[in-house]
C-alpha cells in the first residue's frame, strides 16, 4: 500500500498551475502561515474538535471514533464549516493513496498535459509525491509541484528524478528572516539556495512572488531574484501574483492593499531588465 496523503481537492483542469492544461491536487498541510493566504482552510489538518458539525445544514459531517467524517456525496460546497472552524482547517479532506489519485485524474488524461501537486505544502508527503510522479510519468504525464521552498530537494534525489519542474514561491526579501518570518510565519531558512540548486539542476519552472504594497519592496525582491535566474539555462520565469481580497482572512482583507496597474508594470520591467520573462497574473 503506497503512503497516503490528506486531499484537499483535486482540480481535473487548471490553465494556472504549470504549463498547458494540468490536472491539480491541493494538499492539506503548511508548514508557513503567510498573512495573505489564499486557502488558509488548507494550513491545518483538522483536530477533530467537532465544532463544525452542527453547522452543516446538509448532515454531511459526523463525529467518527476520534475523528470527523465527511461525505462527499451529501456536501452541498456552502463553505460553513470553513468560515466557522477555528484552526485553519476544514473537514472536507480525504486520505488517498497516490493510486487513488490517478483514479480520480483518469477521465481527464486525454485533455492534460500534466499533473501539479499544490496545497497547502505538498513537499510535508514526499512519499506519497515520489509515487504520484512514478504514476505520472507512466503516462506519460509531466509532474509539477508547486512548493514554498521549505523543502531540500537536494537531499532528496528519488523526489527530483520523478519531478519534472518546482513552481518556487517567494514571498519576501530570502535574505532577511525577520522578514520572511513576519509575512509567512517561517524565516525561509536556505530558500536562495534551495532556488540555486533547482535551477541549476534545471527543475525549476518558475518563481512567484504575491504583491501587495508595503508589505514588503517588492521591487528590490523582484530585482535581486531575477539577477538569480538571469540566464538560467533552461530558463525561468517569474510569476508576479497580484495580491487580491479573496479567500483571504478577514484581518488581511482589512490591512493588505492591492497593487496598481503602475506598480505591476514596474515589476514587470524590471524582469525584462534582466531578461526574464514576467508572467502578471
Ligand atoms: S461545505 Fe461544510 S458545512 Fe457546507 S455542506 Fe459541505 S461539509 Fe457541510
Ligand atoms: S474542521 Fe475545524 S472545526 Fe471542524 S472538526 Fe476539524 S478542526 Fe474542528
New binding site residues.
Given amino acids: 500500500m503506497s503512503a497516503t496523503a490528506p486531499v484537499n481537492r483535486i482540480l481535473r483542469s487548471s490553465i494556472v498551475d504549470g504549463p498547458g492544461n494540468r490536472a491539480v491536487v491541493f494538499l492539506q498541510g503548511c508548514n508557513f502561515n503567510c498573512v495573505y493566504c489564499h486557502n488558509p482552510e488548507t494550513i491545518a489538518l483538522c483536530r477533530a474538535c467537532g465544532e463544525?458539525v452542527a453547522?452543516?445544514?446538509?448532515g454531511?459531517?459526523s463525529r467518527d471514533g476520534g475523528g470527523i467524517q465527511?461525505r462527499q456525496e451529501?456536501?452541498?460546497?456552502?463553505?460553513?464549516?470553513?468560515k466557522l472552524c477555528p484552526h485553519t482547517s476544514s473537514?472536507?479532506v480525504r486520505r488517498l493513496s497516490p493510486e487513488e489519485v490517478m483514479a480520480e485524474i483518469e477521465p481527464s488524461i486525454p485533455f492534460i498535459r500534466g499533473i501539479t501537486v499544490s496545497g497547502g505544502e505538498c513537499t510535508l508527503y514526499p512519499e506519497f509525491l515520489r509515487r504520484l510522479g512514478e504514476l505520472a510519468r507512466e503516462r506519460p504525464l509531466s509532474f509539477f509541484l508547486d512548493s514554498n521552498g521549505s523543502y531540500a530537494f537536494s537531499e532528496d534525489p528519488a523526489l527530483l528524478a520523478q519531478t519534472d519542474k518546482v513552481m518556487l514561491d517567494v514571498k519576501a526579501d530570502p535574505d532577511d528572516p525577520q522578514e520572511y518570518r513576519r509575512v509567512t510565519g517561517n524565516d525561509g531558512a536556505r530558500l536562495s539556495a534551495r532556488l540555486d540548486f533547482l535551477a541549476g539542476a534545471g527543475k525549476l519552472w518558475e518563481i512567484r512572488t504575491v504583491v501587495s504594497p508595503g508589505l514588503f519592496d517588492a521591487a528590490a525582491v523582484v530585482d535581486k531574484l531575477c539577477r538569480r535566474i538571469a540566464g538560467a539555462d533552461p530558463p525561468v520565469q517569474y510569476k508576479l501574483i497580484r495580491y487580491r481580497p479573496i479567500g483571504v482572512r478577514p484581518e488581511a482583507a482589512a490591512a493588505l492593499l492591492q497593487p496598481g496597474e503602475d506598480m505591476m508594470n514596474a515589476l514587470e520591467r524590471i524582469c525584462a531588465g534582466h531578461g526574464v520573462k514576467a508572467v502578471v497574473v
Fill in positions: 463544525c453547522a452543516c445544514p446538509a454531511a459531517l465527511w451529501r456536501c452541498v460546497r456552502c463553505d460553513a464549516c470553513l473537514p472536507r
